[in-house]
C-alpha cells in the first residue's frame, strides 16, 4: 500500500520561497507533483524518476523549482523560489508505479496522491 502526505505550504510575499515535503511509504517509481489554481484543471508542475533520478518540469517554472529527495526519509521535497503571485494554488505530490515519459504530465497516470498543500502568494 503506498501513502503519501504533502505539507510545507503556507503564505509567501512575492519573490520567497517555499519547500513542500512529500513523505511516502510503499514501493512508488514515479513522483509527481501537480498545482490546482481556483477555476482550472490540475496542472503538472515537475515529477521524478525514483530509478535514475531524472527530472522533468514544465516550462512555466523549470528555471525556479527544484525537485530533490532524501532516501533516508523516503521523502520528495519541491523547493520554489521565486515565487509569483501565479504561484498561488494548492499544490500536490502524486506517486505512480510506472509511468512512461509520453503521460509523464497526465494526473490520470498517477495512482496515489497527498492531501494537498496551500501556497498563497502575495503580491
Known amino acids: 500500500q503506498v501513502q503519501v502526505a504533502d505539507s510545507g505550504g503556507g503564505s509567501v510575499q512575492t519573490g520567497g520561497s517555499v519547500r513542500l515535503s ?30 535514475n533520478s ?11 523549482f527544484t ?11 519541491l523547493q520554489i523560489n521565486n515565487l509569483k503571485p ?9 506517486s505512480a508505479s510506472s ?7 497526465d494526473p490520470r497516470s498517477y495512482h496515489h496522491w497527498g492531501q494537498g498543500t496551500q501556497v498563497t502568494v502575495s503580491s
Open 86 to 94: 501565479e504561484d498561488t494554488a494548492i499544490y500536490y505530490c502524486a
Open 99 to 105: 509511468v512512461i515519459l509520453s503521460t509523464l504530465r
Open 54 to 64: 531524472h527530472t522533468y518540469y514544465s516550462d512555466s517554472v523549470k528555471d525556479r
Open 67 to 77: 525537485i530533490s529527495r532524501d532516501n533516508a526519509k523516503n521523502t520528495e521535497y
Open 22 to 51: 512529500c513523505p511516502t511509504s510503499g514501493r512508488s517509481v514515479t513522483m509527481g507533483w501537480f498545482r490546482q489554481a481556483p477555476g482550472k484543471d490540475r496542472e503538472f508542475v515537475a515529477a521524478v524518476y525514483r530509478r
